[in-house]
Nanobody, 126 residues
Framework: EVQLVESGGDLVQPGGSLRLSCLVSGYTYLPYYMGWFRQAPGKEREGVAALDRDGGVVYADSVKDRFTISQDNAKNTTYLQMNSLKPEDTAMYYC????????????????????WGQGTQVTVSS
């Protein structure tokens, strides 16, 4: 059974940092694409960052130069390092996976991913 389990969400002050983790299990081979998404109350789910197995990465403009997505293949874990956090980063964060080709311009689209974790809450507040 495929499972994605996020962890690392917390309450943090503005300007602080967090690292989210997504442990993936149940795949014979690691998914080709991994993505991080977020959803704030009353808003649509949006893509934050994505990477492919060849190391290609893409970021939403709102998080460029602040967030970094990475993967440890030996640990079957994808990370999202979040620095310089802002109150507007407050949301439930989800990781997602997909095994088939996704054009680069669609890699931050939630509809392109077929496996999802349960989410981890990030709250940025003083």
């Amino acid at each position: 059974e495929v499972q994605l389990v996020e962890s690392g969400g917390d309450l943090v002050q503005p300007g602080g940092s967090l690292r989210l983790s997504c442990l993936v299990s149940g795949y014979t081979y690691l998914p080709y694409y991994m993505g991080w998404f977020r959803q704030a109350p009353g808003k649509e789910r949006e893509g934050v960052a994505a990477l492919d197995r060849d190391g290609g990465v893409v970021y939403a403009d709102s998080v460029k130069d602040r967030f970094t997505i990475s993967q440890d293949n030996a640990k079957n874990t994808t990370y999202l390092q979040m620095n310089s956090l802002k109150p507007e980063d407050t949301a439930m964060y989800y990781c997602a996976a997909h095994t088939r080709f996704i054009p680069r311009q669609k890699q931050l689209g939630p509809n392109e991913y077929d496996r999802w974790g349960q989410g981890t809450q990030v709250t940025v507040s003083s």
